[in-house]
């Protein structure tokens, strides 16, 4: 065995363990900017299919959802507390994850005249599935079903699953090409 070798060996496994080192800091990273960006994207497009004409939207869905780093790692929640608003267990199932734009599942409009007193009663008509009340005459009428497109939360999911699987395997590709290094390092020695 040559000297020159065996150093050669050291130095091989002295950058692999520094390379090893700086992608452990960076590879978290990456998983939480991609996973931030799969989450805000996924809203953005689903708030893009119903440009709503009655109301205005505040983006509490984009509240639904967080994710967080801790030194190399990191976390997704899904939740309706981080929503912070009336009626978010409400909101976060009929909109997040059945992906209904607005709507109510249940309940009866009830009309008052100036005195408070209950004037008519309507139930709704098909509890369970999200309805619009109709705007004229005050919002006084059930009306539709809600629009319904696709589900922010199964698509945030799917979405963020494939990410995590493309990027495990970039890093295991990164893992792999240090081992082989450092083992060619090594086969020179015998």
């Known amino acids: 065995m040559r000297r020159r070798d065996i150093v050669a060996v050291i130095n091989s496994a002295l950058k692999a363990k520094e390379k090893i080192k700086i992608m452990n800091k960076i590879y978290p990273q990456k998983y939480y900017d991609a996973l931030c960006e799969i989450g805000e994207s996924v809203i953005t497009e689903w708030y893009s299919k119903y440009p709503p004409i009655m109301y205005d939207r505040i983006g509490s869905l984009y509240n639904a959802f967080t994710v967080e780093l801790d030194g190399t790692e990191y976390s997704v929640e899904?939740?309706?507390?981080l929503m912070e608003r009336e009626k978010s267990d409400l909101i976060f199932q009929n909109s997040f994850i059945n992906g209904y734009h607005g709507g109510a599942s249940k309940g009866t409009i009830?009309?008052?005249?100036?005195f408070g007193n209950v004037i008519y009663e309507e139930p709704h008509p098909h509890p369970g599935i999200?309805?619009?009340?109709t705007p004229i005459p005050q919002f006084g009428h059930w009306g539709r079903p809600a629009r319904r497109d696709f589900s922010p939360y199964r698509k945030m999911v799917d979405k963020m699953n494939k990410k995590?699987?493309?990027?495990?395997?970039?890093?295991?590709?990164?893992?792999?090409?240090?081992?082989?290094?450092v083992e060619k390092a090594i086969n020179r020695l015998v």
């Open 110 to 114: 009830r009309k008052k005249d100036q």
């Open 164 to 181: 995590i699987s493309e990027i495990d395997s970039e890093k295991q590709k990164e893992y792999d090409d240090i081992i082989e290094k």
């Open 130 to 133: 999200p309805y619009w009340q």
């Open 78 to 81: 899904f939740n309706s507390d």
